[in-house]
């Protein structure tokens, strides 16, 4: 165990494919700037929902960018 905690665990799967053997299984999902990047977005979180336990918490963190590094840094973000 990483953390030293028994009740948290941590994996690295395609989100928009997990496995069968992932269905509702998490408490509780956390992706943080990422919902940007995927081709699908609408399909990650379809996988999310999957995988989460019925009552499970799903928290999401995303940046407030164009996507175009040139307008952004117009814009003021800090890139």
């Known amino acids: 165990m990483l953390t030293g905690l028994a009740n ?7 989100g928009c494919n997990p496995p069968e053997e992932m269905n509702e299984s998490f408490d509780f999902v956390i992706i943080y700037d990422v ?15 999957r995988v989460l ?5 799903f928290l999401m963190g995303d940046i407030d960018t164009t996507g175009v590094l040139a ?3 117009q814009k003021g973000n800090k890139v």
Not at 8 to 14: K, M, P, T
Not at 53 to 57: P, T
């Open 8 to 14: 948290v665990s941590f994996a690295i799967v395609d």
């Open 71 to 73: 307008k952004d840094k």
């Open 53 to 57: 336990k019925k009552g499970g918490r």
């Open 35 to 49: 919902l940007h990047d995927v081709p699908y977005p609408s399909k990650l979180l379809e996988g999310i929902y």
